[in-house]
């Protein structure tokens, strides 16, 4: 079965920092892309990041570039969202998410598999 487990939500001050971790299992990661989406309260699901675990190619939505990063551990089907300089509308259930191709979109109906959400709030 394919799994995503987010997890490495929490409370930060506005300026602080977070780290993210999506383990995967159930699919072959190398050949996939793992996203992360965020949706906060009353806003509809928006793209944050992407990356390729097999050459490293990644993507940021413009709200984040410049203050995320992703990476990818291929020993450990691990994708890490390190969130420095957090704002108070980063605030949301953020999610990770599985597309089986390698196209490397953050387009949300490209992604195949869901994970739980992990709540990532930061106050001002």
């Known amino acids: 079965d394919v799994q995503l487990q987010a997890s490495g939500g929490g409370l930060a001050q506005a300026g602080g920092s977070l780290r993210l971790s999506c383990a995967a299992s159930?699919?072959?990661?190398?050949?996939?892309?793992i996203g992360w989406f965020r949706q906060a309260p009353g806003k509809e699901r928006e793209g944050v990041s992407c990356?390729?675990?097999?050459?490293?190619?990644?993507y940021y939505g413009d709200s984040v570039k410049g203050r995320f990063t992703i990476s990818s551990d291929n020993a450990k089907n691990t994708v890490y969202l390190q969130m420095n300089s957090l704002k108070p509308e980063d605030t949301a259930v953020y999610y990770c998410a599985a597309d089986l191709s390698n196209w490397v979109l953050l387009t949300e109906y490209e992604y195949d598999y869901w994970g739980q959400g992990t709540q990532v709030t930061v106050s001002s």
């Open positions: 990356i390729s675990p097999s050459d490293g190619r990644a």
């Open positions: 159930g699919f072959t990661f190398d050949d996939s892309t």
